[in-house]
């Protein structure tokens, strides 16, 4: 899925760049709270860079500095989105590279994890825009599994989330599951692009259909996926 990460990337990098810099910076970002349309710029901005550096030192990067003035941020978000770009489609997605992901560590996924995250957040830009936001099917989908393979192992590893003593099963409409938690007995389902946004955190459960107990799915759901 290579080549259909870095379209993903690139496209919505460029929808991300277009999109602040015709609209006001200090917007609410309902779906991150307390940030405005500028934190999240400078968010994603950091997350292109730190990204690149982490590939090129192949080792986990310091945090980049961020632009001086809102007049920069444009400039700013572009070069660095463009300069990872250009990284990611020069590299060999088998090749071996630092990640906090687990073993094998290897190049591909840093495109899928760049893919992912800049996919979310010009869903958050957006949603805060009130513009149509939906996140691709097929991008959401992947999207699903990367938190089940990358994400709730690294959480359960490092303590931060408990296996559930009652769980899950989010069914997408390709057919696949995902089970969260042991003894499932409530099954969730829904478009990939809500079940991504829900698992995240952007959307209420309420936009998915429960089929057994709604606060066994409410309480699954709200697991962290990140600290």
Known sequence: ????????????????TE?????????????????RLRDLAMHLGHVHRWARECIE?????????????DSLLVEWFSEGASDLGALLRTSDPESAVWTFGPHPRLMSFWLRR??????????DARYALEQPA????SVAADGIAEVFEVFIPRQLKRAQMSQLSEGVRLSLPDGRTFDLGENIA????????????????????EHLTVDGDAQVAREAFSQALTS
């Open 114 to 123: 760049q893919a992912q995250e800049t996919s979310m957040h010009l869903w």
């Open 186 to 205: 409530t099954e969730v389902s829904g478009t990939a692009s809500n079940l991504l946004l829900a698992l995240w955190h952007r959307i209420p459960i």
């Open 134 to 137: 939906q996140i691709d099917e």
């Open 19 to 35: 999109l602040i810099a015709v609209s006001d910076l200090n917007s609410a970002v309902p779906s991150c709270p307390g940030w």
């Open 1 to 16: 899925m290579a080549g259909e990460f870095l379209d993903s990337y690139e496209s919505d990098a460029s929808a991300f």
């Open 57 to 69: 030192t192949d080792g986990p990067a310091e945090r980049p500095e961020p632009p001086v003035s």
